[in-house]
């Protein structure tokens, strides 16, 4: 369990306790010259040691003698992970009073989706397109955070994710650099606020820097081979989206990049962040990711690492020692430029200004996790509810009506709190309510029978299955409350098969039987394989791990309060075998034309025994409603390099349920000097309407939307292109724009 790993102690601790907010500086905030002429005058005076500590962070631990007197002279520039609020104000008070220069800590902590509310996590959120939602979101985390005396969260996680079998992909986005820009930039927003210094916002950090998630084989910290062009399209576009709304700092990964590992790329952290992004942010290594250079393979010992380290461009060394080892060493002897110890330390120093800790913020009274407020629990109902994607919805069987009768609710993750909230859920389980709490709170505990055939998701034994029968004979409707548990998803859980755990399909195959209406809700971190099971019921609501507020959320969607709008930030596969599969990829020589295999089809670029095409396409989604989408319109048959035109359709709602669409925007170039994705997203929207109700949704497109890179070059090409105003990637027909130079 990851709570017993020494870095998770004392989380919990923190969130229980209560007590007052932060007092703000009440000063005004020195201007950028003002704090590089403060950190030049202690650089000055900083001894290499001083500067060494600074660039170390650890896992705040017990706060023991040692510790404190380790802080007295100025050991550690950061502690993460845990303290109570006593033993922080006491570290504070140490490193502020009785350090030689004075200089305070930073206080890290992951608060990855939420701390006392948890809310979906990120994948989920991506779900709900809606990253002004996301932002609100992130800005309750802030304030809950900020409360406890932590000053820098270890989120938002931006690394695209195209492999399933990787158990992370739950802490992302999810596959598209379009999708998860907006929503990286959201969650930045939303913890920074519109002032670092303020007593309610955190600084963020955007992780892990970078290609973590196109780990090979999805097997955790696996190596990533990717050419620069789709390094830079891809897997850098949230990155460089994040620098550009002025995110705080980077996390450098674990992972090998190309064969230079992520911790030590001076390509990545120096070229591309510091030489072209202007970044003058601070950067912090992942979890003893400098003393890990050795296994990779890139360092011959600790000395080595911290030289390749901190020359790489890495600025704070998490958890292992390398730096504080060796760095004197490595100054003295002349192999380590001391200009590059300055410089970490320097945007180390400029972050805690920035944020204000040598100020009243540093001796503010570290407070409590307050509880959830309503309006925090309001927006983790409304973000759960917009996360959730329907994915089958045969004949109509939802929603149900408010009379329905009575329910068999079914399933191992009926009422489970903790694994609804998912992977990194920081804060307590208690406040959570699970679907059943709140089935039997709308429709009365005598309307709904329970009966989880299944201990946990796991459970292989059938012993249970009698009893959920039992339940089902005497329902009008069945929900079956499947997935994976929470610890199957997040860091070190990666899974080689996708399907549902335990004796999960085997449960759903003994209910069905009795032929009523039964309604998948699947709860996982991440796509699942389904198949099987979506064929034997009628509904399918994809949930993720919904959070504090995830039952009430499936239940008002499955009693028909609200339409489901949640699409899919990532392309759901037929089998394990089509991984990785995503929709923007390029097209082959061969391109399959239909999903058959007929025998004339034989030489495309397909498999023999399952479709090429996925269970679920990238984008996708139904609603309660229909919606019908015109042509798309162009405002122009041609744009200029460096102009735009507008791209429109209408979008009507057909059916007889009011509902948010996500109207989607694609392209395709279809000849360049490099081959282009089949499709590429350029922007959505989310728009209300009501039944029988159309509007006319209208795009801006610009041609800097069409650039793409070759290598480090970034190309607008002029060509015809393809375009789509659609509800997923595979949907609708194309109208045309030609770019001229
Ligand atoms: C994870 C990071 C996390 C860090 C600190 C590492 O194992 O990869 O995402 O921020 O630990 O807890």
């Not at 696996?222 to 990155?239: G, H, K, Q, S």
């Not at 406040?431 to 459970?459: F, I, M, Q």
């Not at 791990?545 to 489901?564: C, E, N, R, S, Y």
């Amino acid at each position: 369990m990851r709570s017993s790993h020494p870095k998770f102690r004392n989380i919990r601790a923190v969130v229980l306790i209560a007590a007052l907010a932060n007092v703000s500086s009440g000063l005004r905030a020195a201007t950028p010259a003002e704090i590089e002429k403060k950190i030049d005058a202690l650089i000055a005076r900083m001894t290499i040691d001083e500067k060494l500590g600074q660039m170390s962070q650890r896992v705040f631990g017990d706060l023991t003698d040692k510790d404190k007197e380790e802080i007295r002279q100025g050991r550690w520039g950061s502690l993460y992970g845990g303290g109570t609020p006593a033993q922080k104000i006491e570290a504070q008070r140490i490193a502020l009073k009785e350090s030689r220069l004075g200089i305070p800590l930073i206080y890290a902590q992951d608060v990855i989706h939420g701390l006392s509310t948890t809310f979906p996590i990120p994948l989920g959120q991506a779900a709900s397109w809606d990253p002004e939602l996301v932002r609100q979101a992130a800005r309750v985390a802030a304030r809950e955070t900020a409360a406890t005396g932590i000053h820098w969260t270890f989120s938002p996680m931006m690394d695209i994710a195209r492999d399933p079998r990787w158990g992370r992909i739950a802490e992302g986005f999810g596959e598209d650099p379009q999708l998860a820009s907006r929503m990286a930039v959201a969650m930045v927003r939303g913890y920074q606020g519109d002032r670092l210094d303020a007593p309610d916002s955190i600084a963020a950090c955007a992780k892990h820097y970078v290609g973590y998630g196109a780990a090979e084989a999805g097997r955790d910290y696996n190596t990533p081979w990717i050419p620069e062009n789709l390094l830079r399209d891809v897997y850098l576009a949230p990155f460089q989206a994040s620098r550009e709304a002025g995110v705080a700092s980077y996390m450098s990964a674990f992972n090998d990049l190309n064969a230079v590992p992520a911790s030590a790329n001076a390509f990545t952290l120096r070229e591309v962040l510091r030489d072209e992004w202007k970044y003058d942010g601070l950067v912090v290594s992942d979890y003893t990711a400098i003393a890990e250079l050795i296994p990779h393979g890139y360092a011959a010992d600790g000395e080595q690492a911290a030289l390749k380290g901190i020359r790489g461009g890495v600025e704070m060394e998490m958890v292992s020692t390398e730096y504080w080892d060796y760095g004197k060493k490595l100054v003295a002897n002349k192999q380590l430029d001391p200009k590059l110890v300055d410089e970490a330390v320097r945007d180390i120093l400029r972050i805690k200004f920035r944020l204000g800790l040598f100020d009243a913020r540093g001796l503010a009274t570290p407070a409590a996790a307050p509880p959830p407020t309503a309006d925090a629990l309001e927006t983790a109902r409304k973000l759960a509810a917009e996360s959730l994607v329907l994915l089958k919805n045969e004949n109509g069987v939802l929603p149900l009506a408010q009379s329905v009768g009575k329910i068999a609710v079914i399933g191992p993750l009926a009422d489970s709190k903790i694994d609804q909230l998912g992977t990194w859920s920081a804060g307590p389980a208690d406040t959570a309510v699970t679907p059943l709490a709140a089935l039997r709170e709308t429709l009365g505990a005598n309307h709904v029978v329970y009966a989880p055939g299944l201990k946990n998701s796991r459970d292989e034994g059938h012993d249970g299955f009698a009893a959920a029968v039992e339940a089902v004979r005497g329902a009008d409707a069945v929900l079956l409350f499947l997935g994976e548990d929470a610890g199957l998803s997040g860091e070190a859980s990666s899974r080689a098969y996708l399907d549902l755990p335990g004796a999960q399909e085997a449960l759903v195959t003994a209910v069905v039987q009795a032929g009523k209406p039964c309604i998948a809700v699947i709860m996982a971190g991440r796509p699942l394989t389904f198949h099987n099971v979506a064929g034997k019921v009628g509904a399918v609501l994809y949930a993720w791990h919904p959070g504090t507020m995830g039952g009430p959320a499936i239940a008002d969607a499955i009693l028909g309060k609200f339409a489901p709008s949640g699409r899919l930030p990532v392309t759901f596969p037929r089998t394990v075998g089509q991984v990785p599969i995503y929709y923007d990829h390029l097209n082959t020589g061969r391109p399959a034309a239909e999903t058959g295999l007929a025998a004339e089809d034989k030489f495309r670029s397909k498999y023999l025994d399952v479709s090429f095409t996925p269970e679920y396409p990238f984008g996708f989604g139904l609603s309660y409603t229909t919606f019908a989408y015109g042509q798309p319109h162009v405002s122009a048959a041609q744009m200029r390099v460096g102009g735009s035109i507008t791209v429109s359709a209408e979008v009507a709602n057909t059916g007889h349920a009011d509902a948010d669409e996500i109207v989607q925007l694609y392209t395709r170039q279809l000849a360049a000097s490099l081959s282009r994705p089949v499709r590429e997203m350029r922007d959505f929207r989310r728009v209300h309407l009501k039944a029988g109700e159309k509007q006319t949704v209208e795009f801006t497109l610009k041609s800097s939307a069409l650039a793409f890179h070759k290598g480090a070059q970034l190309v607008t090409e002029p060509g015809t292109f393809q375009v789509w105003i659609a509800p997923d990637s595979s949907a609708g027909t194309p109208g045309q724009f030609v770019l001229v130079p």
